[in-house]
């Protein structure tokens, strides 16, 4: 099973890439490599060493690790499809959507686009986070990012990073 996202460390990353620390990547250490990739900042493709049969397995190990971070988008928004049932309690406790849909404040999904989320074939999905509270207060580090689609999802289903 694939990790969260947000759960995949650096040291996690690190222990199958080939250890060499020969800077080929851009990057003076494996570890620093690892960062990179977690931050999208590099892909697995600077590895020469990734790309020989004999760390073939530690190359298909990565993909597999960093299937979530590569899906994730530029806004740190990540949709788990496989663990959203599409109750749609994301698209109804959130804010922006209520305020510009009365389609979604009812509970019939939101037709504007306007709104952060819609369901659509019974996954939710992102239709215009620019609109989303959980980048109004960036500059302001002590407030808390929105959280309301998250809190409302029994299943996990959406992350932002």
């Known amino acids: 099973m694939l990790e969260r996202a947000s759960k995949i460390s650096p040291l996690q990353v690190k222990k199958h890439l080939p250890g060499k620390n020969c800077g080929a990547c851009g990057t003076t250490t494996c570890m620093g490599f690892a ?3 977690l931050g999208k900042k590099a892909k697995l493709e600077e590895c020469p060493y990734l ?10 190990a ?31 406790n959130c804010p ?6 009365l ?3 009812g509970g019939k999904g939101p037709t504007s686009r306007c709104v952060v989320l819609k369901m659509k074939n019974g996954v939710v999905e992102e239709v215009n986070l620019s609109s ?3 980048f109004e207060d960036e500059e302001n580090s002590d407030s808390e990012p929105c959280r309301l689609c998250i ?11």
């Open 35 to 37: 960062v990179k990739l």
């Open 51 to 60: 790309k020989k049969a004999e760390y073939i397995q530690s190359s298909l």
């Open 62 to 92: 990565l993909k597999e690790l960093l299937a979530p971070v590569m899906k994730r988008k530029e806004t740190r928004l990540v949709i788990h499809e496989s663990l959203c049932n599409g109750c749609g309690n994301c698209v109804v």
């Open 96 to 101: 922006p959507n209520m305020s510009c849909s």
């Open 103 to 105: 389609e979604a404040s």
């Open 132 to 134: 989303c509270r959980r």
């Open 151 to 161: 809190d409302a999802c029994p299943f996990k289903a959406i992350e932002f990073l």
